[in-house]
């Protein structure tokens, strides 16, 4: 099997990733306290994903691999953590406006992730999405190899919010470790779990 090829994503992309995202998300169990509305779920959730790949783009990084019928096989959404992380002026407005009535519960999940940030300098894997057809083939380790591959080089560690305990063991096989809060909760009672990889 050759190696995907991995390409920086295109400012005129981002709402396409969004779009990506929030597909390969669908399930999830942090999507449906968010947006407890099926029908608005996977609409409401593109927005929020695009605006914080938009972010990520200007703060970070987004890189994806293309999928040979068309759109994208994979995505990753990386925030640098190193430097100071602004909030764009506009955030808050456009959260407001996608959000709607689901603005509070946005707002926790908001929260909840400040709360329980890392002080160290780091990166973020913010999101990590694989079109469901393409998952299983190593695309999101494939992914992650490349930019570990880079910070590991300048010595830089790495954080993220895993979603289910599936995810825990995927990232565990990528050099993540639980960290100490490991499980944060909306106020549900839906887990993320904390994990740092150390260099």
């Given at each position: 099997?050759?190696?995907?090829?991995?390409?920086p994503?295109?400012?005129?992309?981002?709402?396409?990733?969004?779009?990506?995202?929030?597909?390969?998300?669908?399930?999830?169990?942090?999507d449906?306290?968010?947006?407890?509305?099926?029908?608005?779920r996977?609409?409401?959730?593109a927005?929020?994903?695009?605006?914080e790949?938009?972010?990520?783009?200007?703060?970070?990084?987004?890189?994806?691999?293309?999928h040979?019928?068309?759109?994208y096989?994979?995505?990753a959404?990386?925030?640098?953590?190193?430097?100071?992380?602004?909030?764009?002026?506009?955030?808050?407005?456009?959260?407001?406006?996608?959000?709607?009535?689901?603005?509070?519960?946005?707002?926790?999940?908001?929260?909840?992730?400040?709360?329980?940030?890392?002080?160290?300098?780091h990166?973020?894997?913010?999101?990590?999405?694989?079109?469901?057809?393409?998952?299983?083939?190593?695309?999101?380790?494939?992914?992650?190899?490349?930019?570990?591959?880079?910070l590991?080089?300048?010595?830089?560690?790495?954080?993220?919010?895993?979603?289910?305990?599936?995810?825990?063991?995927?990232?565990?096989?990528?050099?993540?470790?639980?960290?100490?809060?490991?499980e944060?909760?909306?106020?549900?009672?839906?887990?993320?779990?904390?994990?740092?990889?150390a260099?």
């Amino acid at each position: 099997m050759t190696d995907p090829v991995i390409r920086p994503a295109r400012e005129d992309e981002l709402a396409a990733i969004g779009a990506l995202i929030s597909n390969s998300f669908d399930d999830l169990a942090a999507d449906a306290y968010l947006v407890p509305v099926p029908a608005d779920r996977e609409r409401v959730m593109a927005d929020f994903f695009t605006l914080e790949t938009e972010t990520a783009f200007k703060y970070g990084k987004v890189e994806v691999i293309d999928h040979p019928d068309g759109g994208y096989a994979a995505a990753a959404v990386w925030f640098d953590r190193v430097n100071e992380l602004p909030t764009p002026d506009d955030y808050m407005d456009r959260l407001a406006a996608l959000a709607g009535e689901h603005l509070e519960r946005f707002g926790a999940l908001g929260e909840l992730f400040e709360k329980n940030h890392p002080t160290e300098q780091h990166w973020h894997l913010q999101f990590l999405a694989v079109r469901p057809s393409e998952q299983g083939h190593g695309l999101g380790g494939a992914l992650m190899k490349r930019t570990h591959d880079e910070l590991d080089a300048a010595g830089v560690p790495a954080y993220l919010e895993a979603t289910n305990e599936n995810n825990v063991r995927l990232y565990r096989r990528y050099g993540y470790e639980p960290m100490d809060p490991f499980e944060i909760y909306l106020p549900d009672g839906t887990p993320f779990y904390r994990m740092w990889r150390a260099v």
